[in-house]
């Protein structure tokens, strides 16, 4: 299919407000967090002060570190880049959806996990290795519940494309569909395992009996640990736009013109919005877990999803 040059524009301009947002989102999220905690909260634009603050200092490397842990910070955003291009954000029917399958999706998210994690083990520190080993326990768990989740979708779309599933949702209406209410819980609780938030992770600590994250990350220092912050944060922004588009696809642009592209932009940031208020709420109300919980929590997901995808057969297939 041939594509005016105006869809091919739209296209990169998506990927370049997924990439740029993401600081935003969770510098929102940093607010509602101390809101509920009747604390004094940072300005929104607190990430990118951050940001700016590591490119500007120098790179400090091990005498041990290898060509792969200099690598991996440019190989982790590429491969956080190229899964928030194939995610749609404000419209549908663009260049990117032929590439939009949600399989891909995930490949691009173990890339990134798998390099993070050797690099964790490049060095030789406790500390790399006590976080990639958990890191990948904990990717082993959330991984199944996300493919469960994905499942589900698919049989309900006909279709592991994404851009194809949200056009099926929004061309079926308002339905209330259990199968997505048991899936959505399960990929939030996916979500929030896999980015590192309470209760399964804590991204502000730095003790080496809680840090999943951080332990693999604490030798990188300067441009390099901005790529991987930033690479985070657009991760942390993929699961958000993925529940929020998918299970709340209202609001899509579905044509190239100027005011359903408006309309895409205001929903998808009220419905970003929304769910940094859940996500702050719950992380107010909750301590982080004891690591031999977690998978508890993850299987409890998987559960959520698995329960979807039976009642999607047993209530949409079978009836």
């Not at 190239?256 to 719950?282: D, R």
């Amino acid at each position: 299919m041939a594509y005016p040059l105006t869809a091919w524009a739209l296209a990169l301009l998506q990927t370049l407000l997924f990439i740029a947002s993401a600081p935003l989102l969770c510098g929102w999220v940093k607010r509602v967090r101390c809101a509920f905690q009747n604390r004094a909260s940072p300005p929104l634009w607190q990430p990118y002060r951050d940001l700016g603050k590591l490119f500007r200092k120098s790179v400090i490397l091990a005498e041990e570190a290898s060509w792969l842990f200099r690598a991996t910070p440019y190989i982790v955003l590429a491969a956080m880049v190229l899964a928030a291009a194939v995610i749609p954000l404000i419209a549908v029917n663009l260049p990117t959806d032929a590439i939009a399958d949600v399989i891909v999706l995930v490949g691009f998210l173990a890339l990134g996990r798998f390099f993070i994690a050797l690099a964790g083990l490049d060095i030789g520190t406790a500390f790399g290795g006590i976080g990639s080993s958990r890191e990948m326990m904990v990717s082993s768990l959330a991984e199944p519940a996300m493919l469960m989740a994905v499942f589900t979708i698919s049989m309900t779309a006909s279709s592991t494309n994404l851009s194809t599933a949200m056009h099926y949702l929004l061309q079926s209406g308002l339905v209330l569909r259990p199968s997505f209410v048991f899936t959505a819980a399960g990929l939030m609780m996916v979500a929030v395992a896999e980015s590192g938030r309470l209760p399964v992770d804590n991204p502000a600590t730095h003790l080496e009996l809680t840090m999943i994250h951080e332990g693999m990350i604490l030798e990188y220092s300067g441009r390099h640990l901005a790529l991987i912050e930033w690479a985070s944060e657009i991760k942390f922004m993929i699961y958000a736009v993925l529940i929020a588009d998918i299970f709340l696809p209202w609001g899509i642009a579905t044509r190239v013109t100027p005011w359903e592209l408006l309309s895409g932009v205001v929903a998808i940031t009220v419905k970003l919005a929304l769910l940094a208020v859940l996500l702050g709420a719950v992380e107010s109300g909750l301590a982080k877990m004891r690591l031999f919980r977690v998978p508890e929590f993850l299987n409890l997901a998987f559960l959520l999803c698995l329960l979807g995808l039976l009642s999607h057969i047993i209530l949409e297939v079978a009836i």
